[in-house]
């Protein structure tokens, strides 16, 4: 068994390369779309890999949701994967929702300014 030092450190090397995968992603692929579409694209992708999810739902550790649902749902059938998928629907759909309120609001703000600048 993971002794506590080093699951801590596991999850923090895969919460730090999970970050740079998505900024790598926004930087190589993204470069082209205004901020609010990368914003739009990547909340959703960092609260997929990002969301905690308790391994069993008598256990005391976490793991991500998403593999957490792989495992159970593969091994296990549809009813054990349903304690992790929970959470993880929760907050990948939260962030959608703010990724687009973000993006129209950097949207209206983008146009705000252009129109201020064509009256000056």
Same mark, same amino acid.
């Given at each position: 068994?993971?002794?506590?030092?080093?699951? *801590?450190?596991?999850?923090?090397?895969?919460?730090? %390369?999970?970050?740079?995968?998505?900024?790598?992603?926004?930087?190589?692929? $993204?470069?082209?779309?205004?901020?609010?579409?990368?914003?739009?694209? %990547?909340?959703?992708?960092?609260?997929?890999?990002?969301? !905690?999810? =308790?391994?069993? !739902?008598?256990?005391?550790?976490?793991?991500?949701?998403?593999?957490?649902?792989? =495992?159970?749902?593969?091994?296990?059938?549809?009813?054990?994967?349903?304690?992790?998928?929970?959470? *993880?629907? $929760? =907050?990948?759909?939260? %962030?959608?929702? =703010?990724?687009?309120?973000?993006? *129209?609001?950097?949207?209206?703000?983008?146009?705000?300014?252009?129109?201020?600048? %064509?009256?000056?």
């Amino acid at each position: 068994m993971l002794t506590e030092t080093a699951y *801590l450190s596991a999850l923090i090397v895969y919460a730090l %390369s999970t970050l740079l995968a998505v900024a790598l992603i926004n930087f190589w692929l $993204l470069r082209r779309l205004p901020l609010g579409l990368k914003i739009l694209l %990547s909340l959703p992708v960092l609260s997929l890999f990002l969301t !905690p999810a =308790f391994i069993q !739902p008598e256990a005391d550790t976490l793991a991500p949701a998403l593999v957490v649902v792989a =495992f159970q749902w593969l091994s296990q059938g549809q009813e054990a994967a349903a304690h992790a998928l929970r959470p *993880l629907l $929760l =907050f990948t759909g939260t %962030s959608v929702v =703010f990724g687009i309120l973000l993006a *129209l609001i950097l949207a209206w703000l983008g146009r705000r300014s252009v129109s201020n600048e %064509s009256q000056a």
